[in-house]
């Protein structure tokens, strides 16, 4: 088995999308025993005229790699580092400060992370403390956000569950006297 990339080609004439329209619609070329596994969806929607789709899978070890359409070949290593990589960049990037804020209270995080915005020194205190109270906002990968987690001694993986939280907070819905309730346990017979 190999592990490769391919992108779409035109269902009949076979030219990949990048270099010719799909005037007959697109399809994955016609690579022997082709399973396509995922996608970097986390680039989309492309936007760039010069760009297109890569779909990530496995082929037949005596596949035609030659074939228009097909992209990369990969050890199957960087194959799996590129698809962990994937997983990353899909994860949620912003949320708002409110947000934020709720995830902190339901990770028992916001008076620490409080606490120690209001121990900084200047400027980095203001600088903080005003993103803080006024961004509409809040991105993972700012400045402020990797120099506090960095302080707070939280890793990328601790910011992504964060952020991850904090998207799926719809602000407004959270009952105030049970905003996190535990999943009812399941009826026992």
Not at 72 to 83: D, I, K, L, S
Not at 102 to 128: C, R, W, Y
Not at 166 to 188: H, K, M, R, V, W
Request: net charge negative; hydrophobic share 35%; charged share 25%.
């Amino acid at each position: 088995m190999k592990h490769i990339a391919v992108t779409h080609v035109d269902s009949r004439s076979k030219i990949p999308g990048f270099k010719s329209p799909m005037r007959h619609g697109p399809t994955f070329p016609e690579v022997k025993g082709l399973s396509v596994v995922w996608w970097d969806q986390s680039r989309w929607p492309i936007e760039h005229p010069d760009d297109y789709p890569l779909f990530y899978g496995t082929c037949d070890d005596d596949a035609d790699l030659e074939l228009p359409g097909v992209m990369r070949v990969f050890t199957e290593e960087a194959y799996n580092e590129m698809y962990q990589q994937e997983l990353r960049d899909r994860l949620p990037s912003v949320a708002s400060p409110l947000q934020i804020r709720l995830a902190l209270i339901k990770l028992g995080m916001l008076d620490t992370v409080q606490s120690f915005i209001t121990n900084l020194q200047e400027p980095a205190k203001t600088i903080i403390y005003t993103e803080w109270e006024y961004a509409t906002e809040i991105n993972k990968n700012s400045n402020s956000i990797q120099s506090l987690a960095s302080q707070l001694g939280l890793t990328s993986d601790d910011i992504d569950n964060i952020f991850t939280i904090a998207s799926n907070i719809q602000p407004g819905s959270l009952d105030p006297f049970n905003p996190f309730p535990e999943p009812d346990a399941p009826i026992e017979e």
